[in-house]
């Protein structure tokens, strides 16, 4: 049932198979269910400052850099680059308002996917394009032994975040595997482009309020409705990548 997509990919890619060493996992909205606050912030924050983003565009860019969104609004409204000290305040002060919410949850089926990860001796690899301390310090709580720290991309990692490929190029190459080793697990639509452009078997689970067209638009070779759902059509889809090319 998913042969036709590892198909797809493989044409697309060029490469004879799919040889799974490693997973590449995007945090806020895959890992955490934090999106919801997230976008409440930025709207909130913005609006502060007399810039105009609501909390579902907010949705739509998720995965940009801090910055890269601030001056994404900027841009639109005033037709020139935010200055750099009103990018610092504002994403200061986002981050103020997020720390401020109650933790985010553990995205429900997460956890049970890392662990199917890491049991079938798998690479587990975070690419984020947040620099937010709060969360970044917790994964190690809540999914503790799961990302080596080698194994880490984030905001500070990269020059040109999400949808650049570079992040998930970063990924690739701090595993030490290629773009058909390795699968994209992501929920916004900027990062499965992100995904796509680094020729990565990119697999979205839509955990929040988008048309799930807009991830398949995005360039997503997969999509389920959750993570709970891609967890438990884990094993299928990993029995069928390793059967699909020659
Ligand atoms: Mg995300």
Same mark, same amino acid.
């Given at each position: 049932m998913y042969k036709e997509a590892i198909n797809r990919y493989l !044409?697309? #890619?060029?490469?004879?198979?799919?040889r799974l060493k490693a997973v590449l996992f995007d945090m806020d909205g895959i890992l955490f269910d934090s999106m919801p606050y997230h976008a409440d912030a930025w709207a909130q924050v913005m609006k502060r400052h007399g810039l105009d983003l609501t909390r579902e565009e907010a949705f739509l860019h998720e995965g940009r850099t801090g910055k890269a969104t601030v001056n994404l609004v900027y841009q639109r409204q005033y037709g020139k680059d935010a200055p750099e000290e009103l990018i610092q305040e504002i994403y200061r002060e986002k981050c103020d308002?997020?720390?401020r919410y109650p933790e985010p949850s553990a995205m429900p089926g997460a956890g049970e996917l890392l662990d199917k990860v890491k049991a079938a001796g798998l690479i587990p690899v975070l690419v984020t394009g947040s620099g937010q301390?709060? $969360? $970044?310090?917790? $994964? *190690?709580?809540?999914?503790?032994? !799961?990302? +080596?720290?080698?194994?880490?991309?984030? +905001?500070? *990692?990269?020059?040109?975040?999400?949808? *650049?490929p570079e992040p998930y190029l970063m990924g690739l190459q701090k595993a030490g595997v290629r773009a058909n080793e390795a699968f994209v697990v992501e929920n916004a639509p900027i990062g499965v482009q992100a995904g796509h452009a680094a020729g990565i078997f990119t697999i979205a689970a839509n955990t929040g309020p988008l048309d799930g067209q807009t991830l398949l638009n995005a360039g997503a070779d997969l999509l389920?409705? #959750?993570m709970q759902a891609l967890c438990d059509a884990w094993e299928d889809i990993v029995r069928e990548t390793d059967t699909a090319g020659v």
């Open positions: !044409i697309r #890619s060029g490469h004879q198979c799919i308002v997020f720390n301390h709060t $969360l $970044l310090d917790r $994964l *190690d709580r809540q999914y503790p032994g !799961i990302f +080596a720290p080698g194994h880490t991309v984030t +905001a500070f *990692d990269v020059k040109h975040g999400k949808p *650049d389920f409705p #959750s």
